[in-house]
């Protein structure tokens, strides 16, 4: 018996796991080979301790280590294609091809008015442009006399004083004319979008339009109102950024300029921009062919899915089943966050790039990593720069500088984003139902919200913010604002407009 | 003029970004009230150089630091979480509430003929004990022959082998009973369950404990009689693991040690295992809680999702629509994969570690991070280690052992391994037709492709290792495995069998 325990005593067999996972780089087959040859030299093959430690399985609570989880996000990623394919599949056997390339759902005449008011909108620049110019005059004129008067030493406090009356007063006939001007623009295109373009489509894109030239009047005056008055209190003045100095006013003030400006993805004015040395036309090219694609595939989203999707919905809506109204804006949440992001990516990425490119703009910064915030008030500082930095320098700053907290100038902000946001989506679908405006207020107490949830740890405060945005503004926000939009549509003008009712699309729920 | 350009030359304006997130900790109001105090000290609000510097999108290829992605996880995360509880409420609202706790569709004699297997099954094991404990006898007998042999100093290499005949000629007696036992348990519950039991569910357990009262046998005699020989051949024999020496042959041949085998969460017997000092009742009973919680799950999910998806898709086999059998394939899958995982986690990780601490069994491996595989080879060596340690102990090494190439030995561990999956699907479902053993055939093919694949540095072999690994396994071959062996049922029973046709589920079919 003494044998056998003094044989056992000696070292265990250790026939190594032949899992080929572990073997790296060339001596996978050396390694798979000597494990072999353990194999075969060893007698007993029957007997080798298999448990020969005390482990705990790896998804226990009390293991050492927890194991990756990478495998899972894989598996994530394959059943969000998987079952979105299904979906478009379920979709082409229910409603076949709705994408019909000669179908026009628009009439000749809402053409016509949106060319027009393409063609007359920047009018209103060059008028903006031309009361600058009148100011500009008097300007130089002003500034000729306080240098004669310098020269004579008479540059007593008295002088000052009455040359600050003197620009005042200037300013608020400027002003008076700028805002009559600006107003005009805005009024004029949201009335003839409104009454005159019945496509929801060719109305948003004129009155966006109307927006930007609207908003880039007012920049270019108010600018060139300060620029104006650093030229006139060189004493006074504030140093001015060192950028300007190779256009300082009066001098920014002429064609070439305005046009620059005109042109420039920015809704920013300044006399001089960063530029870059040269126009690199591939990459001109390469964006010009996102926008396309990303423009098909969102035409293709919207005409296939969305389309009947949003018709399917009009009935559960009239009959006020929230069950089911949950369920449609469930469904419509994916392909809108769809939509909205190949569009953001279109619009932003492609677009801005491209025109940045071909004006030699240097700063694309045209939005940031808006996707990771964790607040819902980085993300409106983030999605769209050129109207967060429009805001900041125009509307923000000033009034924060004459003494309104920040608070409430925040707020004010919001409520003429609020304003705009109903004039982009109400004025084009002629239902001004306040739902893009209350979206926009919606966003104050959210931005309360999510700043406190961020900060706290014990929840992943960074996730949940992160979370609590998508949900709000993608999987919510969105699809039940264009469900109410589509709804009020429809009430206004039933399923009933010619053009729609011939569409093949139409048809098919005509025919259900 | 000159004033202004020099006025221009100093520094330019900046006032900072004001957004919230870029601060932190304690200091953000003060920094914030800075901001503020550093906008109302500036005299001109409307002129700082928003586009300061020429700057990249985060999203253009010549950017210099991509930004993290992580907020479209989150968004992945959430549009999966929704799109499935959308798909959840469809499904209510298409056929309310199907689960039922009073519907029994089980035949009485079906439970009692279980029961009946359950109670014999184990006593197979007796009877391998039985034959053990007389080998054991006569090996010490022949012991002590040697040993009085060996004082007679009649160690000659005749007499040892005439010994070794002797082993021999016992061992082909041995295994001759032991391979009668052995596949008369698997041949009679095979019998019983294939025309005696109806209801699937109670035939795969029965299966499946025959299947592991099987494998423990095999384990229990082949360790022995390799633990024999080295008893017998003390100068011969290799060392015995040092784990073993606390209960040498034959002292481990006893009742107790039998009874530990039968009951431990191993398919590999060992006279000796590592053991833990205490049984944690309170992890038992968390694993209980984890065990019951997620069987419910699973039959809330098959009995309301996945019953009525498969009932669907019958008609669709039937047409032999391949779009619409890919479509019910792509549906299946995610309650599948769902479904699969609740039942791994439910049995390796609950129900294993609950019966090992129970046991005081000290090695919990009962699996690895197959989730993470690049290669399907390591995810069948490591999903679930009972089985592969069986396979490497008492098939593979053994085979390569005794010369078998082992890429031939891998191959025929899978033969085997593909019988026994034949068995427990086809079996209780009274359909033989060899779908699961096809589908362990095809695992060879798909690993020497993810093998290779898995080492492409270009296509992040590793992603993609995995990716072919959850489509092919999870996504594909479950639930079409699980379509045609529910086919193939439909196709020998009707949908008719009495007890399912007044369950509520198929009323709902009926009225279809």
Redesign the interface.
């Known amino acids: 018996?003494t044998?056998?325990?003094q044989?056992?005593?000696?070292?265990?067999?250790d026939?190594p796991?032949?899992?080929?996972?572990v073997y790296r780089g060339k001596t996978i087959e050396q390694k798979?080979n000597r494990s072999?040859q353990r194999?075969?030299d060893?007698?007993?093959?029957?007997?080798?301790?298999?448990?020969?430690?005390?482990?705990?399985?790896?998804?226990?609570q009390?293991t050492e280590s927890s194991?990756?989880?990478?495998?899972?996000?894989?598996?994530?990623?394959?059943?969000?294609i998987?079952?979105n394919?299904?979906l478009m599949?379920?979709n082409l056997?229910k409603y076949g091809v709705l994408i019909c390339l000669s179908c026009h759902d628009y009439r000749r005449s809402d053409v016509i008015t949106g060319l027009l008011l393409y063609l007359l909108v920047p009018a209103h620049l060059f008028v903006t442009y031309s009361i600058e110019l009148a100011a500009a005059w008097q300007a130089n004129r002003a500034y000729k006399r306080i240098l004669k008067e310098r020269e004579r030493d008479d540059d007593t406090p008295a002088k000052y004083a009455a040359a600050l009356r003197s620009f005042n007063s200037t300013w608020y006939i400027v002003a008076f004319f700028h805002s009559v001007n600006a107003v005009a623009n805005l009024y004029i295109a949201t009335r003839y979008v409104y009454y005159d373009i019945h496509h929801p489509g060719i109305g948003t894109l004129c009155e966006l339009h109307a927006v930007i030239v609207f908003l880039k009047c007012a920049?270019y005056a108010?600018?060139n109102?300060?620029?104006r008055?650093?030229?006139l209190h060189?004493k006074?003045?504030?140093?001015?950024?060192?950028?300007?100095?190779t256009c300082?006013?009066p001098l920014n003030i002429n064609m070439k300029n305005l046009c620059y400006f005109w042109w420039a993805p920015?809704l920013?004015y300044?006399p001089v921009?960063?530029?870059?040395d040269k126009i690199r036309w591939p990459?001109v090219f390469r964006c010009l062919v996102e926008l396309a694609g990303l423009s098909i595939v969102i035409w293709i989203a919207s005409a296939q899915y969305a389309a009947p999707l949003l018709q399917n919905s009009l009935d559960k809506m009239l009959t006020l089943n929230f069950?089911?109204i949950?369920?449609r804006v469930?469904?419509l949440?994916?392909i809108s966050?769809f939509c909205w992001l190949c569009g953001f990516?279109a619009l932003?990425?492609s677009a801005?790039?491209a025109l940045a490119e071909v004006m030699r703009?240097?700063?694309?910064?045209?939005?940031?990593?808006?996707?990771?915030?964790?607040?819902i008030?980085?993300y409106w500082?983030?999605w769209n720069k050129p109207v967060t930095?429009f805001m900041?320098?125009?509307i923000?700053?000033?009034l924060?500088?004459r003494?309104c907290p920040?608070a409430l100038a925040q707020i004010l902000v919001f409520l003429f984003s609020g304003i705009l946001h109903e004039l982009l989506v109400g004025v084009p679908t002629h239902n001004i139902i306040g739902v893009a405006f209350a979206g926009m207020m919606f966003q104050i107490p959210m931005i309360a919200l999510t700043?406190v949830i961020?900060k706290v740890k014990w929840i992943q405060g960074k996730?949940a913010g992160?979370?609590i945005f998508?949900?709000s503004f993608?999987?919510v926000g969105q699809p039940l604002a264009a469900l109410l939009y589509f709804f009020a549509w429809q009430a206004k003008y039933g399923s009933v407009s010619k053009q729609f009712q011939e569409s093949p699309a139409m048809n098919i729920f005509h025919r259900r």
């Open positions: 018996m044998t056998i325990t044989m056992a005593s000696t070292s265990a067999i026939i796991h032949t899992n080929a996972s798979a072999v194999i075969r060893t007698k007993y093959r029957h007997v080798f301790a298999t448990h020969s430690s005390t482990r705990t399985s790896c998804l226990s009390d194991p990756s989880f990478v495998g899972f996000r894989n598996l994530m990623i394959l059943v969000l998987i079952s394919l299904r599949m379920v056997q920049s108010l600018t109102r300060d620029l008055h650093a030229y060189p006074q003045a504030d140093p001015l950024p060192q950028l300007y100095k300082p006013y920015t920013v300044q921009y960063p530029r870059t990459f069950t089911s949950a369920e469930m469904k949440s994916t966050v990516f932003f990425q801005l790039n703009f240097g700063d694309r910064e045209f939005y940031g990593d808006w996707w990771n915030v964790s607040s008030r980085t500082t983030t930095n900041r320098r125009h923000y700053s000033p924060v500088g003494g920040p700043d961020q996730v992160n979370m998508w949900v993608c999987l």
